[in-house]
């Protein structure tokens, strides 16, 4: 949740700010530029990998020697295909590839090729799961582009450098609708998004290596108004945290324009973390401001009902059909189910415990100790210090009584170190629960007769002593008696 001055989120999920007694409504809509998995670029066989030295991932055709023809590849369109019915769009069996004309240092072609009219997908939905319910934000289009290369300007004081290796690389473009409401919205929209992507294995997501970034549209009305106000574009903001920000400092600067009775102009601004505002960057483009005209090197696409069902075929589960199956199945509350079906990595560590192990217990123990873990050490569940099937030999463990809650936790910090076997653990350090009723009765004998006091304080009426009871028969246990049998002797013995 974001809070700022003068701004707050409602039960809708809308963030408003209020001014002078009224209250203005924030308009949000994301282009998403998402890297599609693939092992060579949109129209050369240039290598994606991350990380290379500078320039050194670049063909003829991504820097634009002359003569040089681009060759599509069959895979990214694929990848596109897929993206599209994981959103539940429309594909479009013809498309088309067009030139977007303008110049910028680390576009060597002076054009970059993207799509305009004739887009790879139509029309689709995202469903968010947000705290008032679920809402539904639609998707405009999904377009394939070229990356542009990356200019560096931290190098040299006295000259930007040039970097070309992520020059053709694989864009899907993911255009929403004006549909999102706050930044709350956003966080759980990209999250959603991403997730759906990862799933299908066509975008890794990973926003650190400039996988994922987006473009930020943000416009304010008055609430209550159906008008949309001028929009003003943030572009390239490459982390949820930034887009968060940036939509609260714009929707203010705009909104202050407002009071003042001035005019907010079209444009296209820039966020500058470190002074949390936005700033100019130009005056926003339209479409024929980029002379767009279909590329005369490659040839319309005519797409197949046939491929449409092939790659229909190799859909997994994603992420909303399971959640449903997670709660029909295993009677998870829909809460639990969001959390473990979010990322596809979570979903498959959480189904790998539960094959041989408790649900409930493994739901807890993935949310709460592992979570946790993961949260401190700032790791992926991929990276996971304890692995699904140790986790599960620990469930198990606390499931047929061997060791109880208390001793796992216990022993689950211990196999964090190296991801040790809670079985070994339990026998070397002697955890085991005791288990049997003989010695848990001598025990709790040993209890009453040590405290005849407090036994008849008990049976006086002060009931609130019980607890007392458990805890000294706990530390005549050395905190391996089972609580479950105790409690039901001490019950039993005191009440007797």
């Not at 063909?59 to 596109?80: R, Y």
């Not at 290596?209 to 929009?231: I, P």
């Not at 903001?237 to 400092?249: G, R």
Request: some cysteine; glycine content about 6%; hydrophobic content about 35%.
């Amino acid at each position: 949740m974001i809070f700022q001055t003068g701004g707050y989120v409602n039960k809708n999920s809308e963030y408003l700010i209020e001014r002078e007694n009224k209250q203005y409504e924030v308009i949000i809509g994301l282009e998403v530029h998402a890297q599609v998995t693939s092992e060579s670029k949109l129209f050369s066989q240039s290598s994606t990998k991350f990380g290379a030295e500078p320039n050194t991932q670049v063909s003829l055709v991504d820097a634009a020697f002359p003569g040089m023809l681009p060759v599509i590849n069959e895979f990214c369109i694929e990848q596109a295909i897929k993206t599209g019915i994981g959103l539940k769009a429309k594909i479009n069996k013809k498309s088309v590839f067009d030139r977007k004309n303008y110049f910028y240092a680390d576009l060597p072609q002076g054009y970059q090729i993207s799509q305009y009219k004739y887009p790879i997908v139509g029309e689709g939905k995202v469903i968010l799961d947000m705290p008032n319910g679920q809402k539904e934000i639609g998707i405009e289009r999904l377009h394939l582009e070229q990356d542009a290369g990356k200019s560096i300007h931290d190098i040299d004081p006295n000259n930007t450098l040039v970097d070309l290796n992520r020059s053709g690389v694989a864009l899907m473009e993911i255009v929403s609708k004006p549909d999102l409401r706050s930044p709350d919205e956003v966080n759980v929209y990209i999250k959603k998004l991403r997730s759906i992507m990862r799933y299908l294995g066509t975008c890794d997501g990973n926003m650190q290596e400039g996988s994922l970034r987006a473009d930020v549209n943000v416009s304010v009305r008055l609430k209550g108004e159906t008008e949309f106000g001028t929009r003003c574009e943030i572009k390239n903001v490459n982390s949820i945290k930034f887009m968060q920000m940036a939509i609260i400092s714009e929707a203010n600067r705009q909104i202050d324009l407002l009071e003042e009775g001035k005019d907010i102009d079209q444009e296209t601004r820039l966020f500058d973390t470190k002074r949390n505002e936005t700033r100019s960057m130009r005056s926003k483009e339209d479409a024929h401001d980029y002379r767009y005209f279909p590329d005369p090197d490659l040839l319309p696409l005519e797409i197949s009902q046939e491929l449409i069902e092939k790659i229909k075929s190799d859909i997994p589960e994603l992420p909303d059909e399971k959640k449903k199956r997670f709660i029909d199945k295993f009677n998870l509350s829909p809460y639990e189910a969001t959390i473990l079906v979010s990322d596809i990595e979570t979903s498959n560590f959480f189904e790998e415990v539960i094959k041989n192990s408790d649900v409930k217990l493994a739901t807890n123990w993935i949310t709460g100790e592992l979570f946790a873990v993961l949260n401190e050490k700032n790791l992926e569940i991929s990276q996971s210090p304890v692995s699904a099937k140790n986790l599960s030999k620990l469930i198990n463990l606390i499931k047929d009584g061997t060791i109880s809650g208390k001793i796992a936790k216990t022993v689950f910090e211990q196999m964090i170190d190296g991801d040790q076997d809670p079985l070994i653990i339990v026998k070397e350090k002697g955890l085991k629960q005791e288990s049997d009723p003989k010695a848990i009765e001598e025990l709790i004998n040993k209890v009453i007769e040590n405290n005849s006091d407090k036994v008849a304080e008990y049976k006086s009426g002060k009931d609130k002593l019980f607890g007392f009871f458990v805890g000294q028969a706990m530390k005549e246990s050395k905190g391996k008696g089972n609580p479950q049998l105790i409690n039901k002797i001490l019950k039993e013995k005191l009440n007797g």
